[in-house]
């Protein structure tokens, strides 16, 4: 019933920046905590940041003041900027509606010089 679409992965060397973006097909899309994890080979898919109906936010320590997560309600739509990027941020990009459970298929983000 409801999908999730991540697009704005790419190659960037570190010290560069990227704007993620997820849309989402869900009418209450406005009510809903929107997230953002990573998985990056070999490790757990670990928590990035998140954004609350009311536009609480909430960043895991190691993007906290690099990453900006935000929404556009309109639209139906979740951004993860990220500014400046390390290699280490290297991973799949997943985009997540925490009170259905949904995820989207990803999008990568390699950062290498």
């Known amino acids: 019933q409801v999908q999730l679409v991540e697009f704005g992965g790419g190659l960037v060397q570190p010290g560069g920046s990227l704007t993620l973006s997820c849309v989402a097909s869900?009418?209450?899309?406005?009510?809903?905590?929107m997230g953002w994890y990573r998985q990056a080979p070999g490790k757990q898919r670990e928590l990035v940041a998140q954004?609350?109906?009311?536009?609480?936010?909430n960043y895991t320590d190691s993007v906290r003041g690099r990453f900006t997560i935000s929404r556009d309600n309109a639209k139906n739509m979740v951004y993860l900027q990220m500014n400046p990027l390390k290699s280490e941020d290297t991973a799949v990009y997943y985009c997540?509606?925490?009170?259905?459970?949904?995820w989207g298929q990803g999008t990568q983000v390699t950062v290498s010089s």
């Open positions: 997540n509606v925490y009170e259905l459970g949904y």
């Open positions: 869900e009418s209450m899309f406005s009510h809903y905590t």
């Open positions: 954004i609350t109906s009311d536009y609480r936010t």
